[in-house]
């Protein structure tokens, strides 16, 4: 049984507070725990959403308390029940607003609610469990989101919901901050983003380079989490707060904002970001130089030419306004249907930053990175009509991509189990084009065909251990069907 399996110990210093160490040796893939998660609902900031299946909904209402609800059954989800009742005593219900795509903060007192209501429910739990959680209270104090949720959580729950005779205000505020500093951003069935509070995993200490991954599965939101690399026993184990392909400056600036730590990891700590580049720019006044943070862990420090003999200087405060321009242009592409111009203006804008980033820096390669799953898949360029330019274009940035994540995510991640499918389809056109054209025979594209077989190996391996509902856990058994029958084709060549 899963939640027998705990290959961890609780240990504490001044730098992490409590932290996970692993009580034994961990192979790739092995599972060290599962977690049940305290409390589940909608992010900060969310449109309004069905407080039972978290789809978006547009001006439809529980029926008992007027809150976003999609459907009957959603009604009387067991994660709606409660806080209904909270609602309909008091009378209060969610205010109409103009435009149901936009934020909604009154959704924002939802998941503090859910956690004081499984609070009174599980006492014991409370109290072991979400009690001892870091807060950051005086640090969080100075923010504006403690206004914010002083007003939207805290006085809209004990005075407006009349909850004052059960909890005080003190209370609601740990909550938000029990949650600003430890929850995580899980799917909802439907693949809409919300958070998660769940007790063990939130001890997990934070690098830039994690060795563990956790997969959410959606009946019940149950977090497994597994090592990504072999891990040693004594080692720590870690936990990646932020996106990990974002660059050192905005990683770090998302840290310290809501987990009010500055990292100082081994990624962040090097210029380089680990040979990965990226963060690196290129130089504009010279032609062989890159532009690099003298000291990543001092944010005001300054950025500098490689070259010597160059010595261009710039100031971090004029990367990150660049960083932030280019981040709006290219944030504009993901509102794209997937389309041929979905791909054209990615290569496009990449074309035009090509003499400013490097070609790994993180900007050109989360571009590349959307292309990765965009070439192959979309009208125009399906899969089988790609010309070999295109398939050799598909497979350069996935094997890009996978050369980063080696590094910088290394082991058995989602990621990789994607990008190793998407890698797998030119590959395999690649090798197929080149035997119908007579240009190898048929021994030499069973061994071409070996690399595809492999990476649908890896894919089905790291991917099937995903909720089998969701995208990545269907892609992971259409890579076990896709192998299988690659192999048999193989067998009639
Ligand atoms: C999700 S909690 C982790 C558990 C927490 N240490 C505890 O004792 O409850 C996140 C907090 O742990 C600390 N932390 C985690 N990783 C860290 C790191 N790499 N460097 C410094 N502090 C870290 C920070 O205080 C951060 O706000």
């Not at 110990?9 to 977690?35: H, P």
Request: net charge negative.
């Amino acid at each position: 049984m899963c939640s027998d399996i705990s290959h961890y110990t609780i240990q504490q210093n001044d730098k992490y507070g409590r932290y996970l160490v692993a009580s034994r040796d961990l192979d790739a893939g092995e599972l060290i725990f599962c977690d049940t998660p305290f409390a589940v609902g909608p992010k900060p900031d969310t449109p309004p959403l069905c407080l039972g299946c978290y789809v978006p909904v547009d001006n439809t209402l529980c029926s008992r308390c007027g809150w976003p609800i999609c459907s009957v059954e959603c009604e009387s989800s067991s994660q709606h029940v409660a806080e209904c009742a909270v609602f309909a005593t008091a009378k209060v219900r969610f205010q109409p607003v103009d435009d149901w795509t936009t934020c909604a903060p009154q959704l924002d007192c939802i998941t503090p609610l859910r956690v004081l209501l499984a609070k009174e429910k599980d006492p014991h739990r409370w109290q072991y469990e979400l009690e001892p959680m870091e807060t950051h209270t005086e640090a969080r104090q100075k923010k504006q989101t403690w206004s914010a949720d002083q007003v939207n959580v805290v006085n809209f729950l004990v005075d407006h919901c009349k909850l004052g005779n059960k909890f005080d205000k003190e209370l609601v505020q740990k909550v938000c901050g029990i949650l600003e500093v430890n929850s995580v951003e899980v799917p909802s069935h439907g693949g809409f983003s919300i958070r998660a509070i769940y007790p063990r995993l939130a001890i997990t200490a934070h690098s830039c380079v994690p060795n563990i991954v956790h997969t959410v599965l959606s009946n019940d939101y149950r977090v497994q989490v597994r090592a990504a690399i072999p891990i040693k026993s004594g080692e720590n184990l870690y936990l990646c707060y932020t996106y990990a392909l974002s660059p050192t400056l905005v990683r770090r600036e998302f840290l310290v904002e809501s987990k009010f730590f500055y990292c100082d990891c081994h990624r962040c700590a090097d210029p380089t970001e680990l040979n990965t580049h990226l963060s690196t720019l290129k130089c504009s006044k010279c032609d062989d130089g890159v532009i690099l943070p003298t000291n990543p862990l001092e944010n005001e420090a300054m950025w500098m030419c490689s070259d010597k003999n160059c010595g261009f200087k710039t100031s971090s405060a004029a990367i990150r306004k660049m960083l932030a321009v280019v981040q709006a242009e290219t944030e504009q592409l993901d509102a794209l249907e997937p389309g041929p111009a979905a791909i054209e203006q990615r290569e496009a804008t990449i074309k035009k930053y090509k003499s400013v980033f490097h070609p790994r820096h993180s900007i050109l390669l989360s571009l590349k990175h959307s292309l990765a799953q965009l070439y192959g898949r979309v009208e125009e360029y399906n899969i089988d009509e790609l010309p070999d330019v295109l398939l050799e274009r598909k497979v350069e940035i996935c094997r890009l991509v996978l050369k980063t994540l080696d590094v910088i995510t290394p082991g058995e991640t989602r990621m990789r189990g994607m990008m190793l499918y998407e890698l797998h389809a030119p590959l395999m056109f690649l090798a197929r084009n080149e035997y119908g054209a007579g240009l190898i025979t048929s021994d030499q594209l069973k061994e071409k065909l070996q690399e595809p077989i492999k990476c649908l190996a890896d894919s089905a391996r790291i991917l099937q251990r995903e909720d089998p509902h969701s995208p990545e856990g269907i892609t992971g058994q259409i890579a076990q069907q896709s192998m299988e029958q690659l192999i048999a084709s193989l067998e009639s060549l």
